[in-house]
């Protein structure tokens, strides 16, 4: 089983920074690691991704602010936020899979089997 833990949320305000943290116990060598998105009402939106192989993919409204890294050490995923706008307000959830196809944001909440708490992010005007 694998269990993942998001931290690092909170409340800034627009052009602000911040780096979420998912602490993961993944020990699968071929996986797929992203952060997802959701707002009330909404289905999850991936934002970026991450795989075994160190690829990463954004999301368009991700590109050129957001930057996803491993610390494969650690066991630790993180998600650098800079810039930040108010339609980023979100929870944010980390979630993991083994199968490496397909790893790209555009991949649904459903193609992946272990998720984490989330963490709300807020972002003022």
């Known amino acids: 089983d694998v269990q993942l833990v998001e931290s690092g949320g909170g409340s800034v305000q627009a052009g602000g920074s911040l780096r979420l943290s998912c602490a993961t116990s993944?020990?699968?060598?071929?996986?797929?690691m992203g952060w997802f998105r959701q707002v009330p009402g909404k289905e999850r939106e991936g934002v970026a991704t991450?795989?075994?192989?160190?690829?990463?993919s954004y999301a368009d409204s991700a590109k050129g602010r957001f930057t996803v890294s491993q610390d494969n050490a650690a066991n630790i995923l993180y998600l650098e936020m800079n810039n930040l706008k108010p339609e980023d307000t979100g929870t944010y959830f980390c979630?993991?899979?083994?199968?490496?196809?397909?790893?790209?944001?555009?991949?649904?909440?459903?193609?992946?089997?272990?998720w984490g708490q989330g963490t709300q992010v807020t972002v003022g005007t």
């Open positions: 979630a993991a899979d083994r199968e490496t196809l397909r790893c790209t944001p555009a991949r649904g909440e459903h193609d992946y089997f272990y």
């Open positions: 993944n020990k699968y060598s071929r996986y797929c």
């Open positions: 991450v795989d075994s192989d160190g690829v990463t």
